[in-house]
């Protein structure tokens, strides 16, 4: 598989954060960041996703997602405001399979971070690469401390989190848990995935 090159002066776009991953079942994923050409590829993955998935991710369910709120997702600066997405060729086309990203939060040294897994994909271990994955990124532009939303019942990415992050304070309130946590050093990392 050959990785995406970028189009047009994007001078920021972060090569060192393209690259190819091997999930539990083998399947070949491409993780790379966001271009403003995917905007319409968020588009049609989050028509993929069911409301479940949907509901999880945004807290709340659309038919489409709205094209400002894909415009901004698709359009980030690399360093305060970054997204990584996994992809797979179908019919030689690149087509989404799950997104995270992260955003400005309270504080220079703190940003949110979210992530959503495409139904089909998920359970293979693909949410754990991306969270690596963004934290490595928040950290390399002096991320130190991250925030997540989760719904109380979302086991999975609580899961994930409390599993791959070192958490540091841990709310629950009005039926959504509030993490805040830290990146565990990459050699604890590195065993997820190869
Ligand atoms: C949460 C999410 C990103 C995780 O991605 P994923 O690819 O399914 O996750 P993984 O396969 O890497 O598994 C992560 C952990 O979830 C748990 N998990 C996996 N499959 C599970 C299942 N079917 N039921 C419950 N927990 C499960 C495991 O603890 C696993 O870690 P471990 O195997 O190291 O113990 C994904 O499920 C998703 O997109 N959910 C909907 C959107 C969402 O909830 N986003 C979070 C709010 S921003």
Known sequence: MALTVPRGDLTQYPRE?????????????RIRPVL?????????????????????????????????????????????????????????????????????SDGKDTAEVAIVVQDYWQSRGLGTILLNEILRAGEANGIRRFRAYALADNHRMLALLSHQTHIMERRTAGGITTLLFSRRSASSVEKAYG
């Open 17 to 29: 954060f393209e690259r190819e991953v091997t999930l539990k079942d083998g399947a070949r994923v």
């Open 36 to 104: 403003p050409e995917d905007e319409p590829r968020l588009v049609t993955l989050y028509g993929r996703l069911s409301r479940d998935t949907k509901y999880q991710r945004f807290f709340t369910v659309r038919k489409r997602l709205p094209p400002d709120w894909a415009h901004y997702f698709a359009n980030v600066d690399y360093r305060r405001r970054m997204a990584l997405v996994a992809e797979r060729d179908l019919d030689w086309r690149p087509e989404l399979i799950g997104v995270a990203r992260y955003e400005p």
